[in-house]
């Protein structure tokens, strides 16, 4: 018995998502949870021809219900940004909503494997662990904040430059998941030599500020919904693939450095002891998090946009704990 239960699943990025995860084989129920219209989504998902079971659930009375006996829960419940906003405005009202979705997976669904997909990454994962951590449930190799899209877009971005197969392409992306945070790692991908420096620092641009390229495009009514659909479905199956027992599965994910066996010592070295999350290769096993990959050979111009991640990416992490840990 697989069940993936999907929170925000009446959303922008639940509904396709949720779509998406109906035509998998691998996924025996897949439960739908939000506080408004998961009857409805349910009802019209159930009616495709693929194994799984559907359910929808709606409002914190039929959380339980929801997530009770959940393999792997996703998470894109929350606002999204509209233009002028920054991923980090949307804490005060996502803060909220991940703590108390933390709170529901702590009690009924303590073994599940958590996705967060909900921003801001940086400070919503950490969200997660002080929950957990509260709870005395904490399992740091459970828990991924989803950066897909970022790496998504960087294949897709560079492909066009470079004239490669973009689902063929892979661009390692590291870091977090906001503006200066996103670091693609460039000099790593054949075929990028031929570009210029001013081309690698353009494109590099381009996938730290994607997700600003959709808002803007959206005019107001909210942020990439399709492309973190189809983003969120490939990591959801990547982490069913690996819990299942497949061997060789390794996505960029942003996840707790305690989650490796050695402490992410190899991450560390290159970003410092204090750096706490990290979005780096990491290669998934039956547990969740098997090994967190080093960040390989970084160039001067990589190395440059390193020292402007950290300190943003530090402070994230600390705002997102601290909501837990402070509160009264
Ligand atoms: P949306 O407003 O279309 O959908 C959000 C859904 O969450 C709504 O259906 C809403 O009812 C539901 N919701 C609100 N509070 C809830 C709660 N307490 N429990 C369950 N459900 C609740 O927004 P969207 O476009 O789907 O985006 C959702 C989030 O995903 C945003 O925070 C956005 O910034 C983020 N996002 C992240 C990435 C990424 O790469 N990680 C990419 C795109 C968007
Ligand atoms: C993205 O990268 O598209 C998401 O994080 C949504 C956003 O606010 O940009």
Known sequence: MVKVTVCGAAGGIGQPLSLLLKQSANITHLSLFDIVNTPGVAADLSHINTVSKVTGHVGN?????ALKDSTIVVIPAGVPRKPGMTRDDLFK??????????????????????LVISNPVNSTVPIVTEVFKKHGIYDPKRIFGVTTLDIVRASTFVSELIGTDPAQLKVPVVGGHSGVTILPLLSQVSGT????????????????FGGDEVVKAKAGTGSATLSMAFAGARFTLAVLDAIQGKTGVVECTYVNLESDPEGGK????????????????????????????????????EKKLFEAAVPELKGNIVKGASFITDAK
Do not use: W
């Open 61 to 65: 009375e039929q959380m339980e219900e």
């Open 93 to 114: 009202i996502n803060a909220g909503i991940i703590r108390d979705l933390a709170v529901g997976v702590a009690k009924h669904a303590p073994k599940a494997f958590v």
């Open 193 to 208: 030599e031929k570009l210029s420096q001013e081309q690698v620092e353009q494109v590099t641009n381009r996938i730290q």
């Open 266 to 301: 190899a991450i560390k070295q290159v970003v410092g002891d204090d750096v706490t999350y990290f979005s780096a290769q990491v290669e998934l096993g039956k547990d969740g998090v098997s090994k967190i990959l080093s960040v390989g050979k970084l160039s001067d111009y």
